[in-house]
């Protein structure tokens, strides 16, 4: 039987680490850290790091032929989801345009344009 294979890190590429670190922190309530020498956020055994790339473009959500494609995104459980979009709005994320989560999930954009949705426990 193979050794079992776990999660370490989530790395977030984008434009300004420092800052795209603050608003996780602030919209998660995880603990702000370091490692390998970037800003991270973790809460239990779950750490996503931010790294800042030089030249880093946005992706377009939804997609769009020819322009970046996201690659991935988050699905946050909340209780209370209308509670927890206003609080994401107000902490710098943007509603994104399209929306298909009817009452279920609301999909947002971060500071750096990655797409997130906050899904109803």
Aim: hydrophobic share 40%.
């Amino acid at each position: 039987m193979a050794a079992e294979v776990v999660l370490g890190n989530v790395m977030v590429d984008c434009g300004d680490e420092q800052s795209l670190r603050e608003f996780y922190a602030s919209l998660l309530g995880w603990e702000r850290c370091e490692l390998y020498g970037h800003p991270a956020v973790r809460s239990g055994g779950v750490v996503f790091l931010f790294q800042q790339l030089e030249g880093y473009t946005r992706p377009i959500w939804p997609e769009e032929e020819g322009k970046q494609q996201k690659q991935m995104h988050f699905d946050f459980q909340v209780e209370d989801l209308p509670q927890a979009v206003e609080r994401a709005l107000s902490l710098g994320a943007v509603k994104a345009g399209a929306q298909f989560g009817g009452e279920d999930f609301v999909t947002l954009l971060d500071p750096s344009g990655h797409p997130f949705c906050l899904c109803r426990k």
